[in-house]
């Protein structure tokens, strides 16, 4: 499976960015978003399964960011809305052929999308 992450970029406190992630073999994966910030560890951001049915998002972005899909397109998205300052980091896709219960730790998935930066100034 080849990952291709796209849509960051450079905004503002409160504005929006969708993020999307183009992928080869699609259909049945499980997708997901994890972020790092300088100095930090990858974190999970969002999950979403091969049908879209269900969707688990981290506690920082609840609220704010919706994770979709579009199975006839092979790709998922990353809707981030009211973003801050804290969300600055590279956004990174990633992929597996099931859906975990430990969706949330980066070594469940087995394929990854090279990044794209997302930078919130104040």
């Known amino acids: 499976v080849q990952l291709q992450a796209s849509g960051g970029g450079l905004v503002q406190a409160g504005d929006s960015l969708r993020l999307s992630c183009a992928a080869s073999?699609?259909?049945?994966?499980?997708m997901a978003w994890f972020r790092q910030a300088p100095g930090k560890d990858r974190e999970f951001v969002a999950v979403i399964s091969w049908s879209g049915g269900r969707t688990y998002y981290a506690e920082s972005v609840k609220g704010r960011f919706t994770i979709s899909r579009n199975n006839a397109k092979n790709t998922v998205y990353l809707q981030m809305n009211s973003l801050k300052p804290e969300d600055t980091a590279v956004y990174y896709c990633a992929a597996n052929s099931y859906f975990s219960g430990r969706y949330y730790y980066d070594n469940e998935y087995d394929s990854w999308g090279q990044g794209t930066q997302v930078t919130v100034s104040s």
């Open positions: 073999g699609f259909s049945t994966l499980t």
